[in-house]
């Protein structure tokens, strides 16, 4: 039997041993405490029959309560160092394999072949979006995503419209997944211990996006213009997108929605029918 990685003595005995450093860069922060491993595994229902891509193991905490909870864990981990520590740290796991790379370039789909997998992460902050962006973009065959982030950006993914946190982030984790906050993290269940708040947010992959898109590219053009200039109305916004002043009126009539509004009060399907408009013009 392993001891748990996640206990503040433990942690502090493997990055003695090992004479590691967190490094601030890679957005290192471990994990020390045990119930919010145990909180995140159950949030994923991990159990033997599972396939988990983990992100960013680091000294491999969540990824001993995965293992443990009987799944199979890839673990892509950027940091060098890691992969001969974590040989150790999980050296009683066999079903455990870990890759020296980084996230936002390898080849998932190369990686991992089974027909569904779970994605399980406590992820570096500084690259929070492009991460989550890039899983969900590129239509992996992801049932799952329970990641811990930012409490702020948490309360961005699962904003209604008209609110400060409403963004494209908002629109973009919607329209492919439901978003769930499960549980807020304290940062002294880390270390070393973050500036920020932290949340574990479950987004559970839609067979079907939420609403209907003729063209997903220009969806989301949309949406990116809606949010540049988030004081200007709707109609301001689409000129700004590349239109002129009888396109933008066409479309606007065609979704039924007033270029008065701003932007940011659009629900996903309003998006979504000024888009259609859009493409239908073009038609
Ligand atoms: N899972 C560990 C835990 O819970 O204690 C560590 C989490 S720490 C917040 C984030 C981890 O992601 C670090 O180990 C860091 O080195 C790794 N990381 C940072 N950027 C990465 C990238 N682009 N690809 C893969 N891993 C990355």
Redesign the pocket.
């Known amino acids: 039997i392993q001891p748990k990685i996640a206990r503040k003595d433990v942690t502090l005995h493997i990055l003695k041993t090992f004479n590691l450093h967190a490094?601030k860069k890679?957005?290192?922060?471990?994990?020390i405490d045990e119930h919010v491993v145990q909180g995140i595994v159950a949030a994923a229902g991990a159990g033997s029959g599972d396939t988990i891509l983990e992100?960013?193991?680091?000294?491999g905490?969540?990824t001993q309560g995965l293992a443990e909870a009987g799944s199979q864990v890839v673990a892509?981990?950027?940091?060098k160092r890691?992969p001969d520590v974590l040989a150790k740290t999980l050296a009683g796991y066999d079903n455990v394999r870990i890759i020296q790379g980084?996230?936002?370039r390898i080849d998932i789909s190369r990686e991992i072949t089974v027909p569904k997998y779970k994605v399980v992460a406590?992820?570096?902050y500084y690259?929070t979006t492009p991460i989550i962006m890039k899983l969900l973009e590129e239509r992996l065959p992801i049932e799952v995503l329970v990641t811990m982030v930012q409490k702020e950006v948490a309360e961005r993914m699962i904003a209604s419209p008209g609110g400060k946190d409403y963004g494209a982030l908002s629109v973009a984790v919607q329209y492919y997944t439901l978003p769930e906050i499960m549980f807020f993290v304290p940062p002294s269940s880390f270390i070393p211990q973050p500036a920020v708040e932290s949340a574990v947010i479950r987004c559970t992959v839609r067979q079907q996006p939420l609403v209907d898109v003729q063209d997903e590219t220009r969806f989301f053009r949309v949406v990116k213009a809606a949010f540049a200039q988030r004081r200007k109305t709707l109609h301001n916004a689409l000129k700004a997108a590349g239109l002129d002043a009888p396109q933008v009126n066409g479309i606007l009539n065609t979704a039924g929605i007033d270029g008065m509004r701003r932007g940011e009060t659009l629900s996903l399907a309003e998006f979504a029918a000024v888009a259609n408009a859009w493409t239908e013009q073009e038609q």
């Open positions: 490094s890679l957005g290192q922060n471990f994990l992100i960013g193991p680091g000294i905490t969540l892509v981990e950027l940091d890691l980084d996230v936002l406590n992820l570096p690259i």
